[in-house]
């Protein structure tokens, strides 16, 4: 039956078809292996997205890059686990549910909590599986039976169980403390989601009346309405300006209120006027010195940013309204007594912009320091190593600056605090507890809940062990934990990437992987095994073709399904592998992806080339994989027998194959391809190894399009001409290529999943031994199978061929017609290489060479001809050489030899170069030496032949 591959590759015809068999057939889902398994184990968790995602571009690369790694680790034997999942999002979910009532004209606090969180569940049940439907369609290969939701029940248990156990070890305590406020929000949030912008603001002075002298204090200000809130003015002890005024009072303006003069810290004699005010309900740096003198702590704003009642006058007035009144009354009244412009960093809320009011408020607080002490131990023992380098010393400063976490949330969308306070106002007992107390423990009364919730981060920092079960101990934790990897991005470091390593590390003290898997996986018997992963890779940003970071407000947001639907999943992929290299981001084009595109396009139509000469030739394409003995061929470099490609049939446990044990090498092209194939794939799995993926891209893609495309199949061609030729030596050489093809493919694989598994199954025409080139095996470099001689030899040929092609173009030779050429090799052994080889030249079409003469002279005066260090080449051709040209062109070859004569004199002339290089650089450099002073030699002889100036 012939096999069947479309004539036009049409990536959309065949992504979502795969994408769906691949999760139908469960090829990812990974059972939990029982005591006893000792094959190694990979394992990573997918940063969860937020249920009301959508992917974009930083999507696309983490997930591109996870699924590279996780394909690889699959298809090499180890026992892979990706786990997927979404992050419920407070706030971002929230907003999203509260803008739809919005449109309603309904608002949150009209429906009350109950009915509002049934209606986010709604919400969630109809749009929040939208970003993992995308992933499906991008063919994430996780374990889809796995998939969790950061509310689910089982998971809400263990957040509740990491609270009460966090508050019971004195880790989690309830208290007063200035928090970044967003009235939008109408919720405190962390220092990480407070993003900073420089402004051109203003900087007033305020001058203070002291109270019983006609003396004035100026201070001052950016937020004039806060003074309404002053308890005191500070002075430094030391400021010689105000030690008469040291016990005395201010009279604070617009309000009469006497408020202290203090001495603190707090205030620098050198800064300004040396007197600052001190609002301890509306500052950080206010609140710690307001603590150090037990000031009254005056909150003049409500949670709307609105003023309220202790702002006398200006309750009910917006924050930035209030503004403009305080400072019309002030100057009215004499107290305003300068202003300048002034630049100032405003906090604003990450998520909706809102500027931030700094704002006291009792919130609930993680003690984070001994937390942080064991995870940045963690990092610097090395039983986490962070890449590239450079973040983990970014990872080590913040944690050595670490403030503790603000982590309760006045939201109604979210793990809710599992903290009770009585109800009586005579008791006020705060309960703690697993499960909702029935009455106070203490006077019987009745209890009510806390209304806040916790912040996101802190259950998805649970995340690396409560997916396995924690708190019970599973074999899940036994063979999964720790994960093996993290892939993220730079900018949830310390969002998320930090309080894991913290969670993981107090919370998992004391577990122990399974030794047998752990030994297998390549982790030291010692290595800590309380950590939440081994490595943790930081992939860089993904930007536009002009290196600017994407926004919408620039317009220039890419959208990755946009890209996919005109290029195809792979192509863009490819992509992203091909231009991500570690630690530098990358600046999307979408030429780039164009020409992936043709690339897929490339392998589309060399896999249609080899089914027609396989269904042409009579050879069964399958049976060139069966894994039957590979026949002994000595003095080649191929490998003897070998039973690898029967081991790796085995259904879901691939075992490594080492090299392309069905080739069977005839001739010297089949010996340099089998070369530079091991070549390739050796280079390829060193880069995967250290997350190198560009360069895994750019060898996979320089083989598979320069050598194997461009070189093996026009090499090959007469060989496959059964009509002209021996069929048997037909037949051969077709289930040559199909091994060497379905090798590439899996080479390719995981960085390219849809195409090659599209032709890979055209291979078996649906007789796979395997349900999947997925769960195939990958291949690894096969030492005997590297031969240097053949690679030596066909870089000759290769030189020869390319140099005919050039003289052709130079020479303005039509295409179609044939020319003769002649050869003069420098040695014996160069002109054998080129008789026993040139078929390979003769049948190469672009260089069209009608037949070869071998001459014993040099060729390298002569017009039309071309000179290298093995031979000289001469293209027998009558029409006139433009002379001024050719003089041009070998003044440039001129250069470029000088060049490279000087480059290598400076090494062979450093003795510390001499003194560290390898014997055989040293020797190889010296070699190239003399060849190119013969070369440069050459040239200018060719120079005066032609006269050239």
Sequence with gaps: MPHELPKAYEPGAIEARWAEYWIKEKLFSVPTPPPGETRPVFTLLLPPPNVTGRLHMGHMLNQTQMDIIVRWHRMRGFITLWLPGTDHAGIATQMMVEKQLEKEGKRRKQLGREKFIERVWEWKREYGGAILDQMKRLGASVDWDREYFTMDENLSRAVREVFVRLYEEGLIYRGNYIVNWCPWHETAISDLEVKHEEVQGKLWEIRYPVVGSNEYITVATTRPETMLGDTAIAVNAADERYTHLHGKKVLLPLLNREIPIITDELAQPEFGTGAVKVTPAHDPNDFEAGKRH????????????????????????????????????????????????????????????????????????????????????????????????????????????????????????????????????????????????????????????????????????????????????????EVFYPTTLLITAYEILFFWVARMIMFGCHFMQGHHQDAAIKKASGWEEKKNDSVPFRRVYIHALVRDAERQKMSKTKGNVIDPLEIIDRFGTDATRFTLAAMAAPGTDIAF??????????????????????????????????????????????????????????????????????????????????????????????????????????????????????????????LIKPRLNAENGDKETARTTCENLVALFDASLRLLHPIMPFITEEIWQAVYEGKAPLKSIAVAAYPQADEKQIDLAAETEMAILQDLIVNIRNLRAELKVEPKTKVPVEVFAHEAATRQLIEDNQNAVLSDRTANVEKIAYVDHSLAKLPGSRSTARFDVHVVYERKVDVTAECERLKKELDRLERGIANADRQLGNEQFLAKAPAQVVESLRKQQAEVAILKGKVLSKMRELGCG
């Excluded at 090395?382 to 006045?410: A, F, K």
């Excluded at 060399?606 to 060139?624: E, L």
């Excluded at 081991?647 to 879901?652: A, Q, S």
């Design 294 to 477: 037990n000031l009254p702590q005056i909150n003049v704003m409500d949670e709307h940013a609105h003023m309220n009642a202790n702002a006398g006058p200006y309750a009910g007035l917006d924050r930035f309204e209030a503004r403009k009144r305080v400072l019309h009354d002030l100057r009215e009244q004499g107290f305003l007594v300068g202003e300048k412009d002034y630049t100032l960093a405003i906090g604003k809320c990450d998520r909706c912009g809102t500027i931030i009011e700094p704002r006291l408020s009792e919130q609930w607080f993680v003690k984070i320091q001994p937390l942080a002490d064991r995870a940045k131990e963690a990092v610097e023992s090395g039983e986490i190593t962070i890449i590239p380098d450079n973040y983990r010393q970014i990872y080590l400063n913040w944690m050595n600056n670490i403030h503790d976490w603000c982590v309760s949330r006045q939201l109604w969308w979210g793990h809710r605090i599992p903290a009770w306070t009585c109800r009586d106002p005579k008791c006020k007992e705060v309960i703690v507890a697993r499960e909702a107390p029935a009455h106070c423990p203490k006077c019987g009364g009745a209890v009510e809940q806390a209304s806040d919730v916790l912040d996101t981060w802190f259950s998805s920092g649970l995340l690396p062990f409560t997916t396995l079960g924690w708190p019970e101990k599973t074999r899940d934790q």
């Design 589 to 714: 084009n979408e030429s780039r992806t164009d020409g992936y595109r043709a690339f897929a396009n490339k392998i589309w139509n060399a896999a249609r080339f080899m089914f027609m000469n396989v269904d042409r030739v009579g050879a069964d394409a399958s049976s060139a994989l069966a894994g039957s003995k590979i026949r002994p061929h000595t003095g080649d470099g191929c490998t003897a027998d070998s039973h690898f490609s029967q081991n790796r049939r085995e259904v879901g446990h691939p075992s490594p194959e080492l090299g392309i044990p069905e080739f069977k090498c005839a001739t010297l092209e089949d010996r340099w391809m089998l070369s530079r194939f091991n070549r390739v794939t050796n280079d390829v799995n060193d880069a995967l190894e250290t997350y190198r993926f560009h360069e895994a891209s750019n060898r996979i893609y320089d083989f598979f399009w320069g050598e194997f495309c461009d070189w093996y199949l026009e």
